[in-house]
């Protein structure tokens, strides 16, 4: 099981990016997939997952209403499409995929395979 994250970079507050998450491997529609942060002396944190069938998104709160997951089966490849971002949206980004849990999961540990992590910067 392979992910390749991609599509960070420094950008404005206010402004936008999309992460990509290239999956290989394995089956993708087979996990659930997420998207998970961590910024500089802080750990890992939850942003957004999608369900590996039914497509049942779920946000940390901090980026609901600004942040859309979704994922693409036929591409392997799940986004996440980031909007109105903030300096305190700065952080690496991961993906990551799980196949063992029943429904899907907002918990890091979870997780069984993860990306390299792509660096989002946003300034003020």
């Known amino acids: 099981v392979q992910l390749q994250a991609s599509g960070g970079g420094l950008v404005q507050a206010g402004g936008s990016l999309r992460l990509s998450c290239a999956a290989s491997?394995?089956?993708?529609?087979?996990?659930?997939m997420a998207w998970f942060r961590q910024a500089p002396g802080k750990e890992r944190a939850f942003v957004a997952a999608?369900?590996?069938?039914?497509?049942?998104?779920y946000y940390a709160d901090s980026v609901k209403g600004r942040f859309t997951i979704s994922r693409d089966s036929a591409k392997n490849t799940v986004y996440l499409q980031m909007n109105s971002l903030k300096p305190e949206d700065t952080a690496v980004y991961y993906c990551?995929?799980?196949?063992?849990?029943?429904?899907?999961?907002?918990?890091?540990?979870?997780?069984?395979?993860w990306g390299q992590g792509t660096q989002v910067t946003v300034s003020s």
């Open positions: 999608i369900s590996r069938r039914s497509g049942v998104t």
């Open positions: 491997g394995y089956t993708f529609s087979a996990y659930h």
């Open positions: 990551a995929a799980d196949r063992s849990s029943v429904s899907v999961s907002l918990i890091r540990n979870v997780y069984d395979y």
